[in-house]
């Protein structure tokens, strides 16, 4: 038996979300025939639901792939933001501590052999003290002979002021005989010159005793002079005296810190020098891995300035500390005053190539790179010149990872990073899981 297939008119397929504009591209299907013992219309929906199925996957292929490409890694920040008020101007000074008055200790005898030494480096002394001791044998000696001569001068003057009255009481018997004409006129000429002679033997006297008490004192200055002394309360800062080592005149044995104050001698340039003046305070910082703070103020500041370098020196006292030794470097700063300006903190500046930027975080989330001028910088806090404005918000922890324009996820702002009162930042529309964007 035979059958007979009649002619189908094509068949016309179209996607649902296609415009009439696409109907040139209809996928047309030849007449159907009897294909592989199958119906041709079987074939033919069997095709159709193939390439649906390729068609979805492959759908769902690219809007996971587009997905990735949309999606980019989110920074987590904290915020700050930019406030405008006083903010304390000082000055950055460095410099080497030294002795407010640095006092050389010698010796005012010579050809003595030193026999005590009675302090070292760091002991701290009164005014009087007794820092080394001379052999003073011989002084001693010299000075008792001096004492003795002081006697003996003393006894002659008393036996010629004797001699003297009693050549006086004969001039006055011998002028009454000679009235009386008991006795001739030149005996009684000679006892007026024995009592004149008694009277310059007594003018002689006493000038031996003055000298001889001279020649006493002197020899009890030079035993004062085997004692070295301090001459003020200080701290001494070097000993050079060896027990045994023979002295020559004027030859230093200790030096003394006076008082024990020290002092800062910082250096600064000569445009800074006009903003300074006795009496300001200053902050000295001493040991970085461990620093201590001391508090000082100016006590004089330089009346010259170096003609190659244009440095000035500052003089600045410092308190009685032994943990602030004459050599010492150290940084500190000086009160100059105070302004209004711009500010944020100093974890927000980032360097880019070498110059100072800032990351303002704008209301959408993105990181928008602004460079900027510094200026002052106190107790964490940096002036912002230029490139911001006050209320502004900015990065803080994370800063130094951003980019321009990156994406970031903003944490709440913390209370010790805020500078002044500005409005909230704005939460971004996008919610972001696992570093992916929905």
């Known amino acids: 038996m035979s059958v007979q297939l009649k002619s189908v008119p094509p068949i016309v397929l179209r996607d649902a979300t296609s415009t009439p504009a696409m109907a040139p591209h209809a996928l047309r299907i030849p007449p159907l025939r009897w294909i592989g013992g199958l119906p041709g219309w079987v074939v033919v929906s069997a095709a159709v639901v193939a390439i649906a199925v390729l068609a979805f996957a492959g759908s769902r292929m690219f809007s996971h792939k587009a997905a990735a490409v949309v999606a980019a890694p989110t920074q987590t920040i904290t915020v700050g933001t930019v406030a405008q008020g006083a903010m304390g101007r000082t000055l950055v000074v460095n410099g080497s501590l030294a002795a407010w008055d640095d006092l050389p200790i010698g010796a005012e005898a010579g050809g003595l052999a030193i026999t005590q030494v009675e302090v070292e480096e760091g002991d701290r002394v009164t005014k009087g003290q007794l820092l080394a001791q001379l052999d003073d044998s011989v002084l001693r000696a010299q000075l008792a002979q001096a004492h003795a001569a002081v006697a003996q001068a003393e006894a002659g003057l008393q036996k010629a002021e004797a001699m003297s009255a009693t050549a006086g009481s004969d001039v006055h018997r011998a002028k009454e005989l000679s009235k009386n004409g008991f006795i001739s006129g030149q005996l009684a000429e000679q006892r007026e010159t024995t009592a004149a002679a008694a009277s310059a033997d007594v003018n002689v006297a006493r000038q031996n005793l003055v000298t001889s008490k001279a020649i006493a004192d002197e020899r009890a200055a030079q035993l004062a002079q085997a004692q ?138 993105h990181a928008k790179l602004r460079m900027v001028t510094t200026g002052a910088r106190v107790s964490g806090l940096v002036e912002i010149v230029t490139g911001v404005a006050a209320g502004e918000h900015v990065a803080l922890a994370g800063a130094g990872y951003l980019k321009d324009d990156d994406l970031v996820r903003v944490e709440a702002a913390l209370s010790e990073h805020a500078v002044g009162e500005a409005a909230p930042l704005q939460p971004t529309a996008a919610v972001r899981q696992s570093g992916a964007v929905r």
């Open 228 to 365: 070295v002394r301090a001459p003020t309360d200080g701290i001494v800062s070097k000993r050079m005296a060896t027990l045994g080592n023979v002295v020559s005149v004027s030859q230093q044995l200790f030096r003394l810190i006076r008082d024990g104050r020290v002092e800062l001698r910082a250096e600064v340039p000569e445009m800074d020098l006009v903003r300074l003046t006795a009496g300001q305070p200053a902050t000295i910082v001493v040991n970085d891995t461990d620093p201590r703070q001391f508090e000082g103020k100016i006590r004089l500041i330089g009346a010259t300035v170096d003609p190659q370098t244009r440095i000035g020196t500052v003089y600045i006292a410092l308190p009685d500390d032994p943990v602030l030794k004459p050599g010492m470097y150290v940084h500190g700063e000086i009160s100059t005053g105070s302004s209004n300006a711009l500010q944020v903190p100093e974890e927000a500046l980032v360097f880019k190539e070498g110059k100072p930027a800032i990351f303002v975080i704008s209301a959408d989330s």
